[in-house]
């Protein structure tokens, strides 16, 4: 068709769109099962219901429904699931003493899942809030989350985990100097071989509002807030600091944790220090599209696979994703 000038213009960035095949070949970033790890929350058989209201389609598994699951993620390419216990409240202390009881829940489902399926990894946060009645990471002493002590605390929680058959170890505490004491503790006791995944940039976000629902830990938060421990999210430079510091005490991968809102950290991570770097899409960023989705004003597939890329894109190894087990049935299908 005549235009008024002729053939321009002569650059045409539509050429390499045109067809579904020649999209797919000038791709840059790929979405495959093996970027997906599925956290996963644990119940005892006697607390807590199945499902979670504000966390659309999650459910909490007793010990017995996990090796159905287990077997499901590991089929579909997932390579690790993270475990959260939702610890009955009569066991919940002010010094958190579950969280290094042995035969706690969280470590008879590591067991569990080890007995019945060795070959596919377990992560497990090491913070004390699921134990906590406090609802901190950390131990709270006259209105105030200890640092050094929770030291001590979080060490015995990392070694019980081990014990089990944990093979990542992922601090979400965010006390200072975690990193180096628990990698000593672990060193020490013959646990050389575990890994730690460290919750390096972790910021105070109000987008943790359906997990802390999921395990019960929202409301208590004696003394003072987790904005003492968990960064700021005003800040960018600060989470590097974080990210180095963790490093140096013996991180092997890293996390950048809520993921949507934070694209830019993980960039900076990964072109910064270039070791293998995971983001948590959060349990509130799964919701809002789910419950977008629920109002028919998105399309679910789509915005979780437009989301999940995202993390790629930004330069991530992985995602730990709530919706890990539908991205990858999509991605198998
Ligand atoms: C606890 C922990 C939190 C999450 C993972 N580990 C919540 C918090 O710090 O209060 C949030 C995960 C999510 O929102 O999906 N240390």
Redesign the pocket.
């Known amino acids: 068709m005549e235009t008024l000038f002729g053939s321009y213009p002569t650059t045409r960035m539509r050429r390499n769109r045109r067809f579904e095949w020649s999209r797919r070949m000038v791709r840059e970033n790929n979405l495959d099962p093996n970027d997906l790890i599925l956290?996963l929350f644990i119940k005892d058989e006697t607390h807590g219901s199945e499902f979670i209201e504000t966390m659309p389609g999650v459910r909490r598994y007793s010990i017995d429904e996990l090796s159905k699951i287990i077997k499901e993620t590991k089929s579909l390419g997932i390579p690790a699931v993270a475990l959260?216990p939702v610890i009955n409240p009569k066991l919940k202390t002010p010094d958190a003493e579950e969280a290094w009881n042995p035969d706690n829940l969280l470590c008879q489902a590591i067991r569990r899942i080890k007995e019945t399926h060795a070959d596919i990894g377990i992560i497990c946060?090491v913070?004390l809030?699921?134990f906590n009645s406090d609802g901190h990471?950390g131990l709270v002493q006259n209105g105030h989350v200890e640092n050094d002590t929770t030291l001590d605390a979080l060490c015995r929680q990392a070694l019980v985990q081990a014990q089990a058959g944990c093979d990542i170890i992922a601090p979400?505490?965010m006390m200072d100097g975690r990193i180096g004491k628990i990698r000593k503790f672990l060193d020490t006791h013959d646990y050389q071989k575990v890994m730690i995944m460290s919750?390096a940039a972790?910021f105070s976000?109000s987008?943790?509002?359906?997990?802390?629902d999921?395990i019960d830990?929202s409301g208590f938060l004696a003394g003072e807030t987790?904005d003492t421990y968990?960064i700021d999210p005003s800040n960018s430079d600060e989470a590097l600091r974080e990210v180095a510091l963790d490093i140096n005490e013996g991180a092997d991968m890293v996390m950048i944790?809520?993921g949507l809102p934070y694209l830019d950290i993980i960039w900076r991570v990964k072109e910064k220090f270039g070791l293998p770097t995971f983001a948590?899409n959060?349990?509130?960023e799964?919701s809002m599209i789910r419950f977008a989705a629920e109002a028919g004003a998105v399309d679910l597939n789509k915005v979780m696979l437009e989301t999940l890329i995202s993390f790629k894109r930004a330069g991530c190894n992985g995602v730990l994703t709530?919706f890990a087990i539908d991205a990858a049935r999509h991605l198998n299908s």
């Open positions: 956290p959260f946060d913070a809030d699921p990471d979400s505490d919750y972790k976000s987008f943790y509002g359906p997990f802390r999921a830990s987790k968990q944790k809520p948590y959060v349990s509130g799964y709530y």
